[in-house]
């Protein structure tokens, strides 16, 4: 699939990337892009993340490909049951393990808890990092599992965030664009 020939979904985990984010990046150089917004980035609730991707896929005209990123990953796992039909394919990076008591803690929110286990019914890839901080990968490697969607190992890549040295991030640009290619 041609990404001119798709909706392109941009989501976020908490926080919202800042402009030197490779989501904002990506973003601003795809012409059918477009970010999922939530009203509040740093008190993340489910149930709103949720509903606000659910609408965003439901006005698409064309076929959609997610990119998520930490939190937005566990989003798209949380909101995959009411996404069937549009969704082309979803392209996930860095899924945070809100299961984990730190991260709940610093936001103040257990609702993405437990991630769901199910398949997510629509083609994907987790891209995980050996070195991430927020989820082991392992354990992102049995949700890709769970999940029915292809994993990758992306070696020592931390968060894939500006601080980890992802800013632009071509290799991930070329992982996205192999990924749509095989849908």
């Known amino acids: 699939m041609k990404i001119k020939d798709s909706d392109i979904l941009i989501v976020p985990g908490a926080g ?29 609730q489910r ?3 949720v509903n606000r991707l659910v609408d965003a896929v439901g006005e698409s005209e064309k076929p ?5 990123h930490a939190l937005g990953v566990l989003t798209v796992a949380h909101a995959a049951p009411a996404l069937t039909g549009k969704i082309a394919g979803a392209f996930l990076v860095g899924a945070s393990d ?6 709940k803690a610093t936001y103040g929110d ?12 629509f ?21 890709a599992r769970d999940w029915g969607i292809h994993f990758g190992n992306a070696g020592e890549a931390g968060h894939f965030e500006p601080e980890s040295g992802h800013g632009p991030w071509p290799e991930g ?8 290619q095989t849908l």
């Open 123 to 143: 083609a994907g890839l987790l891209l995980a990092s050996s070195n991430d901080p927020t989820c082991n990968i392992t354990k992102a490697e049995a949700w």
């Open 173 to 180: 640009l070329m992982a996205f664009a192999r990924f749509t």
């Open 110 to 121: 257990h609702s993405f808890d437990p991630v769901p286990r199910q398949p997510l019914g």
């Open 16 to 44: 919202n990337p800042s402009p030197f984010h490779w989501l904002t990046r990506w973003q601003d150089n795809m012409s059918t892009a477009r970010r999922v917004d939530q009203d509040d980035w740093n008190r993340p």
């Open 98 to 103: 809100w299961e984990r008591p730190e991260l």
């Open 64 to 68: 959609v490909i997610l990119v998520a």
């Open 47 to 49: 149930e709103t993340w």
